[in-house]
């Protein structure tokens, strides 16, 4: 079962940017969906983004549309996610994920430790 890594949150003030990174153990990883998910305090885990295996097709929620990029690099078997314009409600726990179920996926199989990203307002 490939193992995920998230790296990259961190404190940063509203309308800045950061870059999530999602390492993965094995190049298992290429082969499948991958994505990322939120979890804010007191809510329910939610569909942030997620890019095929190929990176030929990706999916976004609509609070992040036009503000988040989601990308990959087989060749490193690693994740991203680019947030730009970053506002307070985007306050998480973000969570990759691989080995998703659906399309965009619902689920994943793969589910890293998360990493925090909080927005000061």
């Known amino acids: 079962q490939v193992q995920l890594k998230e790296s990259g949150g961190g404190l940063v003030q509203a309308g800045g940017s950061l870059r999530l990174s999602c390492a993965a153990s094995?190049?298992?990883?290429?082969?499948?969906?991958t994505g990322w998910f939120r979890q804010a305090p007191g809510k329910g885990r939610e569909f942030v983004a997620a890019?095929?295996?190929?990176?030929?097709?990706?999916s976004y929620a609509d609070s992040v549309k036009g503000r988040f990029t989601i990308s990959r690099d087989n060749n490193k078997d690693m994740g991203f996610l680019e947030m730009n314009n970053l506002r307070h409600e985007d306050t998480a726990i973000y969570y990759c994920?691989?080995?998703?179920?659906?399309?965009?996926?619902?689920?994943?199989?793969?589910w890293g430790q998360g990493t925090q990203v909080t927005v000061s307002s």
């Open positions: 890019i095929t295996w190929s990176g030929a097709h990706q």
């Open positions: 994920g691989s080995d998703g179920v659906g399309w965009p996926p619902t689920d994943y199989q793969n």
């Open positions: 094995d190049h298992t990883f290429s082969g499948y969906a």
